[in-house]
């Protein structure tokens, strides 16, 4: 699957407007027993039968609003590989960063794309079923309606920025990590805070106009002149001198873990 990361420069369109100060957002499931638990899921959409895993915060509190962060599965993977880890961190390594066990974490599971499991988003397919999703764990959830976000590897991060283009009013923002344009984007005019990061050596999905410069680390450069509370960050690497290039966790030279875990959790935490 080969495809141009182009969509960096749209991405500065996506800005987030944000209201400085603004409060939590109960959902209807707040002050209730649970209705969802962790354990796999599923539900119809559009005639199909679609499944997704929930994970809970030990001690849930039904009076606590929680985010809720999507993480969506790359191709040829699975729902299961994102909990069990091997090719990726489990839970794309966010839980063990969140000490205060702030979050509930939805992993979706991709339909087959003729072979693998994906997220093509035919018809507008997969932004639906994560409308569904959302629906029944506001319903069933103590969630903060003002804090979901969205975060994949490869075709999960352009499964995220289908999101970002579709429901900026619904998802607080989104961690695009090796993406690109290949889950569409229906929409792509209104703003969402947005990180991006991406190889300068990726060769699945190559990036687009990237300047070289010193091997062995990555940046992070956050555009200036974004409203109060609406960043944009973004973040080309070229690391270790074994980097294929396209993985969900790239390390930088000598560096014995990937920075993306606390980049990605560091961009959503902010907002709270």
């Known amino acids: 699957m080969q495809a141009k990361l182009n969509f960096l420069a749209a991405a500065a369109v996506l800005l987030s407007i944000a209201v400085d100060g603004i409060l939590g957002l109960p959902s209807p499931g707040c002050s209730k027993p649970a209705t969802v638990a962790s354990r796999n899921n599923t539900m119809t959409v559009n005639g199909k039968t679609r499944a997704y895993v929930v994970r809970l915060p030990q ?3 039904t009076n606590k609003q929680y985010r ?3 993480q969506f599965h790359w191709a040829h993977g699975s729902a299961s590989q994102i909990i069990n880890g091997g090719y990726a961190t489990p839970y794309y390594g966010l839980p063990p960063l969140d000490k205060n066990k702030s979050a509930i974490y939805i992993i979706p599971e991709g339909l087959d794309e003729g072979g693998y499991q994906g997220w093509g988003n035919r018809n507008n397919q997969d932004v639906e079923f994560t409308d569904a999703m959302i629906t029944t764990l506001q319903n069933g959830l103590c969630i903060d309606q003002n804090l979901i976000f969205a975060m994949g590897h ?3 991060a352009g499964m995220s920025y289908a999101l970002a283009c ?3 009013n619904v998802f607080r923002a989104v961690a695009i990590n090796s993406g690109g344009l290949i889950s569409g984007c ?4 209104s703003p969402i805070a947005m990180y991006i990061q991406h190889s300068l050596r990726d060769s699945t999905l190559p990036i687009a106009g990237g300047e070289p410069f010193e091997i062995g680390r990555h940046l992070n450069i956050e555009y200036e002149g974004c409203a109060a509370g609406s960043p944009l960050t973004w973040v080309p690497y070229d690391g ?3 980097d294929v290039g396209h993985v969900p966790a790239p390390k930088d030279a000598g560096a014995a873990a990937s920075f993306t875990p606390e980049n990605n959790w560091n961009f959503f935490s902010q907002f709270s």
Do not use: Q
């Open 59 to 61: 001690n849930y509190d």
């Open 68 to 70: 809720l962060i999507f």
């Open 154 to 156: 490869s075709y999960g």
């Open 166 to 168: 579709a429901r900026p």
């Open 186 to 189: 229906t929409g792509g005019t």
């Open 240 to 242: 270790a001198p074994n």
